[in-house]
């Protein structure tokens, strides 16, 4: 029995070494969910998931688009970046609903120049149909849904009837499949955020605060946590060729001068919670709920009745934080800088 005790005990210390991360935690399940338009800041997003994926930290189930790009292009961005990780089938959606067009400065450049093999936006499937067929596919309260753009997909999730892929209708779905909601949206404890107003996505905002269910938790990173966190100012001489590059190159000076993370901290804590290997990195401001102002997408906390809500207050120097989103970037390994 001693001996079966030992041998057990180098098994667990052999498992926890193998993991990139030092831990034995399964990886975290992702759908994300991007605005991949006018900020370079998505793609660093979804170039961190993809990170965090190679660590074993995170397993990429599907990614979502909720933004019309008038190339049409956004899709085919995540999908240059998740095939330059070497992860060319991961399910693909876009928005389908008629909310207004933006133009990309470096989404049709990413499309042209770097392989991937996703169609024009209004060729994929519908973000709601990869949602359903995706979350119908895995086990019970085992998905975390990550939002870094507007929330229409989420909205029409929510309005979702059944269908082929699940009998549930779409609340029943989430309650059963999804464990947390992790939002870039908003400012706390009170503000006026682009998420959650432009161009009238104010209505989403509020039909996915008000009627998501309240047994899945969901968690705000608000315009103040990204807008502290400057990362990148070392990319321009460390950085490797790629999409990464031109993308950040293309947009906001962002390759000279870094960007706010707002994007890569919702992913970064979607993926590590609240502590890393001992360190506290976030605190959680819970109770009450968040209130979206249904003319104009502002929102502001209110300290009852308790919703199952929080929003993320940063418990670390925003340096620190920072430099944690760089080394994760820099130490990244993709295929195709190979």
């Known amino acids: 029995m001693r001996a079966l005790r030992l041998r057990m005990g180098w098994l667990v210390l ?11 935690q399964p990886p975290v399940k992702i759908i994300l969910d991007t605005d991949m338009l006018t900020d370079p800041e998505d793609v660093n997003a979804v170039w961190l998931l993809n990170a965090l994926a190679d660590r074993g930290e995170a397993e990429i189930l599907a990614c979502v688009v909720n933004g019309h790009e008038s190339n049409r292009a956004s899709g085919a961005a995540v999908d240059v ?10 399910p693909l959606g876009a928005f389908k609903g008629g909310y207004p067009v933006k133009t990309s400065p470096f989404t049709p450049l990413l499309r042209d120049k770097y392989p991937h093999t996703a169609p024009s936006d209004d060729l994929l499937p519908g973000a709601v149909e990869v949602y359903r067929r995706v979350l119908a596919s895995q086990s019970d309260h085992s998905v975390k849904l990550v939002s870094i ?28 499949k999804v464990n947390e909601l992790v939002v870039m949206g908003g400012k706390y404890p009170q503000g006026r955020e682009y998420n959650f107003f432009f161009g009238g996505v104010h209505t989403a905002a509020k039909k996915v605060v008000d009627g998501w269910p309240a047994e899945v938790p969901v968690v705000f990173s608000g315009y103040e946590v990204g807008e502290s966190i400057v990362s990148g100012k ?18 906001y000076s962002a390759l000279d001068k870094g960007r706010f993370s707002w994007d890569e901290t919702a992913v970064l804590y979607a993926v590590r919670g ?7 990195y976030w605190r959680l401001h819970s109770g009450g709920h968040n209130v979206v102002d249904a003319k104009d997408g502002s929102n502001k906390w209110s300290a009852a009745p308790d919703r199952n809500q929080a929003y993320l207050i940063i418990a670390q120097p925003p340096a620190r934080i920072a430099q944690m989103l760089e080394e994760l970037v820099l130490g990244a390994q993709p295929r195709g800088a190979k």
Not at 234 to 251: E, H, I, N, S, W
Not at 274 to 280: E, K, M
């Open 81 to 90: 970046v998740n095939t330059w990780f070497g992860r060319t089938n991961i």
């Open 149 to 176: 753009g507007f929330l229409v997909n989420l909205d029409e999730l929510l309005a979702s009837k059944p269908d082929q892929y699940s009998p549930l209708a779409g609340p029943a779905l989430i309650r059963a």
């Open 274 to 280: 609240q502590a890393f290997q001992g360190v506290q």
């Open 234 to 251: 070392t990319y321009k001489q460390t950085l490797v060729d790629g999409p990464l590059r031109l993308a950040l190159l293309k947009q």
């Open 14 to 24: 052999f498992l926890m070494l193998a993991m990139p991360n030092g831990s034995a």
